[in-house]
């Protein structure tokens, strides 16, 4: 645990399920107060905010779109009026579908640029906006992806969307650096939640994704929580427009692992 984190103020985007409850229910452990925001499914957010209790911390639901200014903007508000501050957000949502690229459409293309960078960028610029005014310490956590930096047939949008979340993290990172905001990525690989829940449940494919991690295991949701509560406290206190990979090692170009090549 962080000693530091302890009543710290964090908004989590897209907490009801899968590496956003687990972020959630760890900041609980850290005894800090979460804004845990769902799109839909109001049952698993509250959920989670019982469990961040009983792990000794505060939260409140919050439902909000992540596409959307207000959606963002009161996400905030919530912040301020239920806990007095922010301290740090992270920019969890994000969604995922499979098209060959000449047959996806500019709805589908739209809607997981909107989501993962859009979003990304507005939840980021709400956060940027309350640090720079109240000339606070911030911290900002991106959720990407390996796919910012492996590329994924069939899967185009949403690795243009986590290679822009990329520069745009490292951007920020510089551009925010000497006000003493924060600003990193966390790029999961192959973890086990309900976005990969289809796929793992097929043998074959959980074979096959399992044979290109070098650790040959799927990851799980409270390893990516332990390294956002790393980010978030201040023994990373030095560490600013990285991307924190936790992957098993899958972008170490795992077909080189026999050593031949
Ligand atoms: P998930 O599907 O379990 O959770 C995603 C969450 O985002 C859901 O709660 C969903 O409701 C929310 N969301 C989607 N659109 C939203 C919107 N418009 N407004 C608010 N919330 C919205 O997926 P997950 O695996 O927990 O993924 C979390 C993040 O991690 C995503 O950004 C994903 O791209 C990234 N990621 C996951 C994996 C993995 O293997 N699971 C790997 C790499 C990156």
Same mark, same amino acid.
């Given at each position: 645990?962080y000693?530091?984190?302890?009543?710290?103020?964090a908004v989590?985007?897209?907490?009801?399920k899968?590496?956003?409850?687990?972020?959630?229910?760890?900041?609980?452990?850290?005894?800090?107060?979460?804004?845990?925001?769902?799109?839909?499914?109001e049952?698993?957010?509250?959920?989670?905010?019982?469990?961040?209790?009983?792990?000794?911390?505060d939260?409140?639901?919050?439902?909000?779109?992540?596409?959307?200014?207000?959606?963002?903007?009161?996400?905030?508000?919530?912040?301020?009026?239920?806990?007095?501050?922010?301290?740090?957000?992270?920019?969890?949502a994000g969604?995922?579908?499979?098209?060959?690229?000449?047959?996806?459409?500019?709805e589908?293309?739209?809607?997981?640029?909107?989501?993962?960078?859009? $979003? #990304?960028? %507005?939840?980021?610029? @709400?956060a940027?906006?309350?640090?720079?005014? &109240? !000339?606070?310490?911030? +911290?900002? /956590?991106?959720?990407?992806?390996?796919h910012?930096?492996?590329?994924?047939?069939?899967?185009?949008?949403?690795?243009?969307?986590?290679? $822009? #979340?990329? %520069?745009?993290?490292? @951007?920020?990172?510089?551009?925010?650096?000497e &006000? !003493?905001?924060?600003? +990193?990525? /966390?790029?999961?690989?192959?973890?086990?939640?309900?976005i990969?829940?289809?796929?793992?449940?097929d043998?074959?494919?959980?074979?096959?994704?399992?044979?290109?991690?070098?650790?040959?295991?799927?990851?799980?949701?409270?390893?990516?929580?332990a390294?956002?509560?790393?980010?978030?406290?201040?023994e990373?206190s030095y560490v600013?427009?990285?991307?924190?990979?936790?992957?098993?090692?899958?972008?170490?170009?795992?077909?080189?692992?026999?050593?031949?090549?």
């Open positions: 645990m000693q530091d984190l302890e009543n710290k103020v989590i985007t897209g907490a009801s899968g590496i956003g409850t687990a972020i959630a229910e760890r900041f609980g452990k850290e005894k800090m107060k979460v804004v845990v925001n769902y799109h839909s499914d049952t698993g957010a509250q959920e989670t905010v019982a469990i961040i209790k009983e792990n000794g911390g939260g409140i639901a919050v439902q909000a779109d992540v596409e959307t200014e207000e959606g963002n903007q009161l996400l905030l508000n919530q912040a301020i009026d239920k806990f007095g501050d922010l301290d740090l957000w992270v920019n969890n969604m995922e579908n499979s098209h060959e690229t000449h047959e996806l459409s500019l589908d293309w739209n809607k997981v640029i909107n989501v993962n960078l859009t $979003g #990304v960028f %507005l939840g980021a610029k @709400t940027l906006a309350y640090f720079v005014e &109240k !000339n606070k310490k911030g +911290n900002i /956590i991106n959720m990407s992806s390996v910012q930096q492996i590329p994924w047939p069939t899967f185009a949008h949403y690795a243009a969307s986590k290679g $822009g #979340v990329k %520069l745009f993290t490292e @951007t920020i990172a510089m551009e925010y650096a &006000k !003493n905001i924060r600003v +990193n990525n /966390i790029g999961p690989g192959a973890i086990n939640t309900p990969n829940a289809k796929k793992f449940a043998p074959e494919q959980l074979a096959a994704t399992t044979a290109m991690v070098p650790m040959k295991k799927i990851g799980e949701p409270e390893e990516v929580a390294a956002a509560a790393w980010l978030a406290s201040a990373s600013t427009g990285i991307t924190l990979f936790v992957d098993g090692g899958m972008t170490l170009y795992p077909a080189f692992q026999d050593g031949k090549g």
